[in-house]
């Protein structure tokens, strides 16, 4: 069964602390994988796509980088407003509208 | 940007209820989907709508219907609420054409059902 798989599932980091996410994923074909962060109580903001391996996508202090079998979203220089839960999905072959979710990275960075 | 709304942030019903959530995009997008997310299940598929008038069922669609009459508007009910159907309910977006398949989000409704 197609899976994705999210590490840590919590991440506490101090400001400025630089770290990385990972997201790993067992599918048989990958039309695509999406960053989205997510704030308590708030949906999901989309941040990233990801198309194929070697791509690279950034956005302030956060890039995303994918290979053949996961994806890393790298946190440079933390600040206390990066604080979210970081999801990762991604969309199938099999299936033209459906995407699958990792259960998330909660990310806590302290002052 | 594109901007999906929800019809209310928080919802409180009793059992036997009936509940509806209505969601709204401004992006003329075709297809529009309903997650459920719960602590440690994380987001999961009720339907999605690929068009005005057609659905087809997600991961959990029991106790579950929807309607889309308008492109713009996708309505999830509630037939009969039960106190396992207290969640937080997302609506989310995505166009068909041009190869994107990102989906975007509303803001959320946190419905709980005593």
């Known amino acids: 069964e197609d899976q994705v798989t999210q590490s840590p599932e919590a991440l506490r980091l101090q400001e400025g602390e630089s770290s990385s996410l990972n997201c790993s994923y067992t599918?048989?074909?990958?039309?695509?994988l999406f960053w989205y962060r997510q704030d308590p109580g708030k949906g999901p903001e989309f941040l990233f796509t990801?198309?194929?391996a070697g791509e690279e996508k950034e956005k302030e202090r956060l890039k995303a980088t994918l290979t053949k079998k996961e994806s890393f979203l790298h946190i440079t220089a933390p600040k206390p407003e990066d604080s979210a839960t970081y999801l990762c999905?991604?969309?199938?072959?099999?299936?033209?509208?459906?995407?699958?979710f990792g259960a998330g990275t909660t990310v806590t960075v302290r002052a | 940007d594109v901007k999906v709304t929800q019809s209310s942030r928080y919802l409180v019903k009793r059992t036997g209820e009936k509940v509806f959530l209505e969601c709204v995009q401004d992006?003329?997008?075709?297809?529009m989907f309903w997650y459920r997310q719960d602590p440690g299940l994380g987001l999961r598929l009720i339907y999605f709508?690929?068009?005005?008038?057609?659905?087809e069922k997600g991961d959990i669609p029991e106790g579950y219907s929807v309607s889309r009459e308008k492109k713009e508007r996708f309505s999830l009910i509630l037939e009969s609420a039960s106190t396992n159907q207290t969640s937080m309910y997302l609506c989310?977006?995505?166009?068909?054409?041009?190869?994107?398949?990102?989906?975007?989000f509303g803001p959320g409704t946190r419905l709980t059902v005593l």
């Open positions: 709508s690929y068009d005005v008038k057609m659905k």
């Open positions: 989310a977006s995505r166009p068909t054409s041009g190869g994107q398949y990102e989906q975007f």
């Open positions: 599918v048989s074909g990958l039309r695509g």
């Open positions: 999905a991604v969309h199938l072959n099999a299936n033209d509208y459906k995407l699958s």
């Open positions: 990801l198309y194929s």
């Open positions: 992006m003329d997008h075709e297809n």
